[in-house]
């Protein structure tokens, strides 16, 4: 019988170098667009797709995550002695119920592949999903709930990425795939290469952090050796299922933003701040201003 995705691994335990010195002591996923941290967005489009079962992997110095999802009495407290119903109801959204989300840490930076492997236990004999908080997807249906329900009407038990086109002189930053026919948003993928340099790479069809897996890829990521940069990979041992249960790229609608990177995360502020109604006039005059400013000096 098929199983429902209900559960969702949320790799967490990398260093953030990249965003030195604030990720000195702040884990990355707690970055915000506007007054949102990232790892929310993950968890809201999460649980959007029917997720129940949140499983973070994550490492030394991630504390304030877990913070961040735990019930805060002083504040709370303080916020309904004040009369702050609306923050206090934002505050409780933010709080997960007791159980549903488990903690397991990778103890090594072994890779991404190794990161998912550390959630196997928990994970158990269901198909899971794993999102990765650094992909920001903007859509008006989550991306990840897009695609739970692709799978579902599938019937499939295989393997399904999210798929997106990027620039080719970029495609050493992405899992890359080679697919068939493309007809529709779901294509059957023929080979994926993680991270190819362009002269290698079989398209510009990148794999972009959402995937819905089947519990065999644990076993897989067992056995596969390490690969691009020395590390496990994910996208090999998902590349193994393409002679089993199968892989299908899923072409998502939504706008990706790259958090992992400082570019990708003032051009998803900016977007994101634009689409706030509290912001939206202040904040797009100052943006007119700007490209006027811009424009007169050019
Ligand atoms: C990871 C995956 C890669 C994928 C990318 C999407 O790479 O290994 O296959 O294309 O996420 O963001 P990372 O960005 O962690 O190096």
Known sequence: MQRKVTKAIFPVAGLGTRFLPATKSIP???MTLVDRPLIQYAIDEARAAGITDFIFVTSRGKSALEDYFDSAPELEATLKEKGKDGLLRMLNETTMP?????YVRQQQPRGLGHAVWCGRRLVGDEPFAVILPDDVIASEKPCLQQMVEAYEAAG???CMVAAMEVPHDKTSAYGILDV???AGPVVGVRKMVEKPRPEDAPSNLAVIGRYILPPSVMDTLNEVDPGAGGEIQLTDAIAREIDGSGVWGYRFNGQRFDCGSKAGFLQATVAFGL???DLNGEFADY???LSAVRDAAQ
């Open 287 to 289: 943006l007119s201003e």
């Open 98 to 102: 007791s159980g549903a989300i488990a």
């Open 180 to 182: 068939g026919d493309d």
């Open 275 to 277: 689409a706030r109604d």
């Open 156 to 158: 499939s038990t295989g």
């Open 28 to 30: 990355k996923e707690i």
